[in-house]
């Protein structure tokens, strides 16, 4: 979710490349008359100009006629994609999205001290929501035992093979997250996401759950009603929610792991 629209553009940028290339080679290839096109109710008429009078061209010469009209439409689209191109090259190369963090970084400890810089830093963004989880977690606990079977690469005791493997990754991507905080949802219920990941690019928090057990029936009903009050709470799947499930004959897919906190967590 960090600087998504920063990937956005390269994305862009090379769409608009491989556009250019093959309008490039359309146009190379196309006729280099100069062909008139006009409609004429709902029929495509073609004439040239010669010695200032109109020569309609006739039938045997109306797929040359349509080239050069693609032809025409080709030049025009090209040249705005090379203008959008630029304006994406130009963005990119000047853009530095920490430099508001970097000027603030810069000031001594002492102006600092006797200013209001007006921005809150990313260090304080985390120390501030380090502050919220440790109250959370002392005012509110989760009194379903956890053994100490699974413990993860950051010394955390967790439920299942499954919410190991997704910790360490986590953790191997640097993300700040936290392990069954208490999450109030709308109505005063309390649950408890598997993770709580700290966004610092929205400066939200983004939730995952995984379903481990998605082939039992009374298990799959829980599940139902926790995404229905995740939902009625603004938390949706995709946006806000990250998901992962496993059954007996379908285990945790690393791969899709991998795959998820690079799309919604890392850029």
Same mark, same amino acid.
């Given at each position: 979710m960090k600087n998504d629209y920063l990937s956005e553009l390269e994305m862009r940028k090379k769409k608009l $490349?491989? #556009?250019e290339k093959r309008l490039k080679k359309d146009i190379e290839k196309a006729p280099e008359d100069k062909i008139y096109f006009f409609n004429a109710r709902g029929n495509a008429q073609f004439y040239r100009v010669e010695q200032g009078r109109r020569r309609y061209l006739p039938a045997a010469e109306r797929e040359k006629g349509c080239l050069i009209v693609q032809r025409d439409y080709d030049k025009k689209l090209l040249k705005l994609c090379q203008k959008e191109e630029e304006i994406i090259e130009r963005f990119l190369k000047d853009y530095r999205p920490d430099a508001v963090e970097e000027?603030? $970084?810069s000031l001594t400890p002492a102006r600092r001290a006797i200013i209001d810089v007006k921005y809150e830093l990313g260090e304080r963004f985390l120390e501030q929501m380090e502050a919220y989880a440790a109250e959370q977690y002392q005012r509110i606990t989760n009194s379903y035992p956890v053994a100490d079977r699974f413990v993860t690469k950051r010394g955390e005791a967790v439920r299942s093979k499954s919410e #190991?493997?997704?910790a360490d990754l986590l953790a191997d991507h640097d993300l700040t997250y936290y392990y069954? #905080?208490? #999450?109030?949802?709308?109505g005063g219920a309390v649950a408890f996401p598997d993770f709580s990941i700290v966004d610092q690019g929205s400066r939200k928090m983004v939730y995952w759950e995984h379903f481990g057990l998605t082939d039992d029936f009374n298990y799959s009903v829980k599940m139902a009603a926790k995404l229905n009050a995740y939902e009625r709470s603004g938390i949706f799947p995709g946006e806000n929610l990250i998901m992962t499930m496993e059954s007996r004959d379908c285990p945790l897919d690393v791969g899709l792991v991998k795959a998820k906190i690079k799309k919604y967590l890392v850029q």
């Amino acid at each position: 979710m960090k600087n998504d629209y920063l990937s956005e553009l390269e994305m862009r940028k090379k769409k608009l $490349q491989k #556009l250019e290339k093959r309008l490039k080679k359309d146009i190379e290839k196309a006729p280099e008359d100069k062909i008139y096109f006009f409609n004429a109710r709902g029929n495509a008429q073609f004439y040239r100009v010669e010695q200032g009078r109109r020569r309609y061209l006739p039938a045997a010469e109306r797929e040359k006629g349509c080239l050069i009209v693609q032809r025409d439409y080709d030049k025009k689209l090209l040249k705005l994609c090379q203008k959008e191109e630029e304006i994406i090259e130009r963005f990119l190369k000047d853009y530095r999205p920490d430099a508001v963090e970097e000027f603030i $970084q810069s000031l001594t400890p002492a102006r600092r001290a006797i200013i209001d810089v007006k921005y809150e830093l990313g260090e304080r963004f985390l120390e501030q929501m380090e502050a919220y989880a440790a109250e959370q977690y002392q005012r509110i606990t989760n009194s379903y035992p956890v053994a100490d079977r699974f413990v993860t690469k950051r010394g955390e005791a967790v439920r299942s093979k499954s919410e #190991l493997i997704i910790a360490d990754l986590l953790a191997d991507h640097d993300l700040t997250y936290y392990y069954e #905080l208490p #999450l109030e949802l709308s109505g005063g219920a309390v649950a408890f996401p598997d993770f709580s990941i700290v966004d610092q690019g929205s400066r939200k928090m983004v939730y995952w759950e995984h379903f481990g057990l998605t082939d039992d029936f009374n298990y799959s009903v829980k599940m139902a009603a926790k995404l229905n009050a995740y939902e009625r709470s603004g938390i949706f799947p995709g946006e806000n929610l990250i998901m992962t499930m496993e059954s007996r004959d379908c285990p945790l897919d690393v791969g899709l792991v991998k795959a998820k906190i690079k799309k919604y967590l890392v850029q």
